[in-house]
């Protein structure tokens, strides 16, 4: 790869690349030239340049996790005692320890974290709570929301490809 490369923006090119791997990250390179209009070659090369540039992070299976019987999604807000360094960060590094949790980030607002918990059923909704939730440090409140139906699960907004 050539400097050049490595530092150019992204182009509109680059944009429909992405928008065909957002649908289908196993594509072949001859299948994504071929949707995007470029040869298998120049659509390799952009590909290699945009993981190289952490553009692209990776490639995952988008799982259904209620056929592997996590039907319940509860959506967790947490209030800390304070926000000093020292308690953000001992909660940050117990949290990622949660194996119910599979999102967490540090929100503005009246709460301080927002989570996402996918469990089994109410009742072990209630062994995570007692056993993860309540156990994490320095936790004034916790509010829990069931998800009842989910409307939209995207990892991207469609506006990042509007003007591409």
Do not use: W
């Not at 298998?40 to 993981?51: N, P, Q, V």
């Not at 949790?101 to 469990?119: A, N, Q």
Request: with cysteine; hydrophobic share 40%; aromatic share 8%.
């Amino acid at each position: 790869m050539s400097t050049d490369d490595s530092n150019r923006s992204i182009d509109p090119i680059d944009y429909r690349i992405l928008r065909e791997l957002m649908r289908d990250g196993r594509a072949s390179d001859v299948a994504l030239g071929d949707r995007v209009h470029l040869s298998s070659t120049a659509t390799a090369r952009r590909r290699k340049i945009l993981e190289e540039r952490g553009v692209v992070r990776g490639y995952v299976a988008d799982l259904d996790l209620s056929q592997l019987g996590f039907a319940i999604m509860a959506m967790v807000a947490i209030e800390l005692t304070s926000q000093t360094e020292q308690v953000l960060n001992e909660f940050e590094t117990a949290v990622i320890k949660c194996p119910s949790m599979s999102f967490c980030s540090f929100v503005s607002g009246d709460t301080d974290f927002l989570m996402i918990v996918h469990v089994r059923s109410f009742e072990d909704y209630d062994r995570v709570y007692r056993s993860e939730l309540s156990t994490l440090p320095h936790v004034a409140r916790i509010r829990s929301s069931f998800v009842m139906r989910q409307v939209a699960n995207r990892n991207i907004p469609p506006v990042v490809f509007n003007g591409a």
